[in-house]
């Protein structure tokens, strides 16, 4: 049976860093949207350029937008296994219209872990997160550092900041957080699937915890 995981929880809780670690260990798939965006932005795509104006404000894509290119995503082959959603859903509708696209392909929800970290804690994440322009790999200045500087470990290629980091454009986009994609806690535990999992520790403890809570993957 395939299984779909959503990664829940606030900018910089570290849904990427322990997405990318379960996919690793499960084989499912990683569907991060932001990643999905960034792409289209890099290959100036009519998408990346209507995607880049909400980005660098902090603010939600729109649905339809969103939705369309997850759900493009979810159709491919190496899907069919299952994947790990992160950065998707982010709004009730985008919930709903998720729900309606795996019922379609005869899957489900089966775990929705909510990665808990303090907001104090959130700034200090993103102002020392760097990801590496080939790979995506992230890295932290002072709790995930690279073995070298500004290269990241696995490729050699350059790190870069996010430009959505800066302490303005965060401080906005955790308000849209708790304005827009919290209701989900709510949604997600009315249908049984919520886990919550304490974020604010070790990465290495962070995925032990998740790697608890996973169904079998087969
Ligand atoms: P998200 O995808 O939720 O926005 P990331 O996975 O990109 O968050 O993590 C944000 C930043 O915090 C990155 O620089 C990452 O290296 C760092 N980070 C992630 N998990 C932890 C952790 N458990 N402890 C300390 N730093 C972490
Ligand atoms: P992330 O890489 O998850 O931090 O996302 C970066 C940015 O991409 C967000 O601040 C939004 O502007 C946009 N984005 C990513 N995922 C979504 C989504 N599910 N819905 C709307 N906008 C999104
Ligand atoms: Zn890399």
Known sequence: MPVFIVMLGAPGAGKGTQAKLLAEKSGL??????????????????????AKSYIDKGELVPDDLTI???????????????AILDGFPRTTAQAEALDATLSQMGHKIDLVPLIGVPESVLMARLSGRWTCKQ????????FS???QAGICDLDGSELYQ?????????????KVYSEQTAPLIEYYTQRGVLAEINGNQEIEQVTQELIDKLPEVN
């Not at 790979?135 to 002072?142: D, E, K």
């Not at 996010?162 to 955790?174: G, L, Q």
């Open 29 to 50: 798939t990683h569907i991060s949207s932001g990643d999905l965006f960034r792409d289209n932005i890099k290959n100036e795509t009519e998408l990346g350029k209507l």
């Open 68 to 82: 369309q290119m997850v759900k493009e995503r979810l159709s491919r082959p190496d899907c069919a296994k299952g």
């Open 135 to 142: 790979c995506g790999a992230i890295y932290h200045t002072l």
């Open 145 to 147: 550092p690279p073995k």
């Open 162 to 174: 996010r430009p959505d980091d800066t302490p303005e454009t965060v401080s906005n986009r955790i």
